[in-house]
């Protein structure tokens, strides 16, 4: 009964017929729910023109494609098991309708206004003379002048939405496009598409976006355009427009942030954005629609920053200090900034309001522009088309009025889901129960469970996860203190990509909230690879370095295949709420920076750091008392 029970609270047990029927996960499926093509204005004016949605999920499946700028042949290493193509809906395929001439003047309405037509022959001269990122910098807003208070009704916040006039005709024809690809490309059990979009809210500079997408067919997909931040900026309003389509269409819906940290302390904040006090309701209804968080991806890593986690050696990682504006100001992180202060503001507001709207799952994504879901280091193609080329990583012109160059770029990063079955309800599922994990690119496989009383064996015995689940619940789960008997534990088993680097480390970060509301947090090390010893401070000296500045190369002499631990709190007060997390480190390879410098035979590394730590990201387990 006791198995039963836990499987009901996993959302792995359903009842038919009154009979328990186990659907246990036992696939991991890594994809990328976060990708642009030329249907998108921002990928289309920074050099891809050619690489549509067919394109990413050829690339995605494992096919050769052409590079949308240097027109090679290039292929993906590993393919992926699923991808979700995330067109920005402002704009959404306009500038590529517009400058491949296949706007009718019809299409954007009223053709008496002017400035429409002046609009459209700048377009084209800008693209055709190679200055499309200069209109892009136009499209970006400015830097507040009233830092601090509701950026959207800052008096710099306007938003370019007329410049072309009535773009709904364009849009609508897009995104039919973009769905038929999806559904031409679906292949259950073997790759899926899910169909989505991005809303891109950026007042003043914040990034506040979050990418949609539904498990749901083209049928469906088809009677809603995408919401985007033209018609509001506030996520509310997103939720509103998710809500009504669902009651009109059926239509079900995951929205995830992205870059957190760049959000200049908006998107985890303890107010909602127009400063209101979160309440019981709101933190419900945000956590109904937004389910997961991105905690990796290009414009760098947002699980947290020495700002918000000074004791922790490994939080200065693929740090990315630009905002996304004209008129560049110095970045400022916060504790709302990162996925790690989010998950701690959740529990002092829980203990507040009795809801936490911060209790969310992990993934990772790329974000890129190309068409191009590249994560791999050794074959990463820049965020942008024009950034792919180790030539063209360094451009003369700027975006924003900064100097951001593909060096600055991460080769991040993927989702790792465990599901049933490779399709598109059973990666829906999982999303919705959290059981998700992050990694900045590598396909290292990771299980967490937590419970009270794991066998003793569990860690060794071949049907490790059924004893997870039998006794535990998986990551994205909750502990409650009515299960409480002793510490939980935390059962941990992870293994190194096959293709990648043994690993160094498994770490738990767990997070709490006192009875005075005051946040904590500590990292823990509880597995490593070598003969290392913690110290006084339980820190582990490093793990060691093979890689050659010099060639790129680098072995496996170091590190392990595979780490495993049962681990117990050793602070755990029942009173007091918290979240614990795992992390995984790589030994140290080579960045993409180091290997595109040994080709430029420049100084190693020409900008950026030479090697790096990949790791993966699970998902929080809660313990509420």
Known sequence: MKKVQSLLRAGLLT???GAAHAEVPTQLLFGDTHLHTSYSFDAYLNKNQTADPDTAYRWAEGMPVIHPLNRTRVQIGTPLDFLVVSDHAELMGVIRAMNNDTAVLEDLGVWGNIKRW?????????????SGSKLFNSLLPEKPQNPGTDPVQD?????PTNTFGDTLSLETTAWSEIVDAAERHNQPGKFTTLIGWEWSSIPTGANLHRIVFTPDSGDIAKQFVPYGSDQSQYPEDLWTFLEQTQERTGARFVAMPHNSNISKGYMYAETTLKGQPITADYAKRRMHWEPISEATQI???SE????VSPDDEF???????????QNPEDYKPTAADYIRGALKTGLALEQKIGVNPYQFGIIGSTDSHSGLSSAEEDNFWGKFARDS????????????????????????GLAGVWSRENTRDAIFEAFQRKETYATTGTRM????????GFDGNALDAPDFAELGYSQGVPMGGSLSAAQATAAPQMMIRAEMDPKNANLDRVQVIKGWVDSAGTQHEQVYNVAWAGERSLDSNGKLPPVGNTVDLTTGQWDNSIGEPTLAALWSDPSFDASQRAFYYVRVLQIPTPRHSLLDSIALQTEVPQEGPATIQERAYTSPIWYTP
């Open 15 to 17: 009842l038919v017929g």
């Open 304 to 307: 947290t920053h020495p700002v």
């Open 389 to 412: 080329m180790p030539e063209t990583k360094r451009s003369k012109e700027s975006i924003g009025g900064r100097k951001v160059t593909g060096w600055s770029m991460s080769a991040s």
């Open 155 to 159: 008096p710099v916040n306007v938003l």
């Open 445 to 452: 496989k990771v299980r967490v469970f937590g419970g009270w």
């Open 118 to 130: 002046f609009s459209v022959v700048i377009l084209n001269r800008a693209i055709s003379g190679g």
């Open 315 to 325: 939080a200065e990682f693929e740090t990315y200090t630009h905002y996304i504006q």
């Open 299 to 301: 414009k760098g890593d």
